[in-house]
């Protein structure tokens, strides 16, 4: 049972619009998310979190959005460098919970 | 700061041949430590994590277990290994239920 969806395996950008990753849940429990950002041969990297009692949270020019109601997050970028192709896992974490469960990734890619 | 290793870099095993993957963390003490596997194309998968010293949960049934002889060293290990074996395995830590933070990785190519 995947309770961490991204159901988009790849998605292609050009540079300089946004990207927009998205990510559904199915267990409504879940009270913290988060994105990573991994590249090849390289472990995966913290990107921005977000708890589940806000809707928005921005770093730079990153931003993830949350809709509860939904059971539904997304990750944009914008504007899109070349240095963010790469793939991008979201994750969630119950209350008090000791593990994060993971999305499949989704691969995006930045065209010049 | 925190740092998190993990040795050997890229390993080429035959079938059948044992394992052993070690995992260190610097500057912290205390941490979560898990343990997962990406196989090709695929996500990440939650192998084992540990919460303290001798204490380990395992995630999935396989051929792997692992160990937490310190604080801060985390070691997979098989006695046997499996052609399902070969992908990149990845040491996280955390200070806590939140957020993790990942070493380097080790490609695990069986043969």
């Known amino acids: 049972d995947q309770q961490v969806k991204q159901n988009s395996p790849s998605l292609s950008v050009q540079e300089g619009r946004i990207s927009i990753l998205n990510c559904d849940y199915t267990n409504s429990m879940f009270d913290y998310f988060l994105w990573y950002k991994k590249y090849p041969a390289e472990g995966p990297t913290f990107l921005i979190s977000i708890s589940s009692i806000k809707d928005k949270n921005e770093d730079g020019r990153f931003t993830v959005f949350l809709n509860k109601s939904a059971k539904h997050l997304s990750l944009h970028i914008v504007p899109s460098q070349p240095g963010d192709s790469a793939v991008y896992f979201c994750?969630?974490?119950?209350?008090?919970?000791?593990?994060?469960?993971f999305g499949q990734g989704t691969r995006l890619t930045i065209n010049p | 700061s925190q740092t998190i290793h993990q040795w050997p870099a890229t390993l080429v095993q035959p079938v059948g041949s044992p394992l052993s993957l070690e995992c260190t963390v610097e500057?912290?003490?205390?941490?979560?430590l898990y343990w997962y596997r990406q196989a090709a194309g695929r996500g990440l998968q939650l192998l084992f994590y540990s919460v303290g010293i001798g204490q380990i949960s395992s995630e999935v049934p396989q051929n792997l277990s692992a160990s937490r002889p310190q604080d801060r060293q985390f070691i997979l290990s098989s006695k046997k290994l499996l052609l399902s074996d070969s992908g990149f395995y990845l040491c996280?830590?955390?200070?806590?239920?939140?957020?993790?933070?990942f070493g380097p990785g080790t490609r695990l190519l069986v043969l």
């Open positions: 996280a830590w955390s200070p806590g239920p939140e957020t993790q933070y």
């Open positions: 500057g912290t003490s205390n941490p979560n």
């Open positions: 994750a969630a974490s119950f209350p008090g919970a000791q593990k994060l469960v």
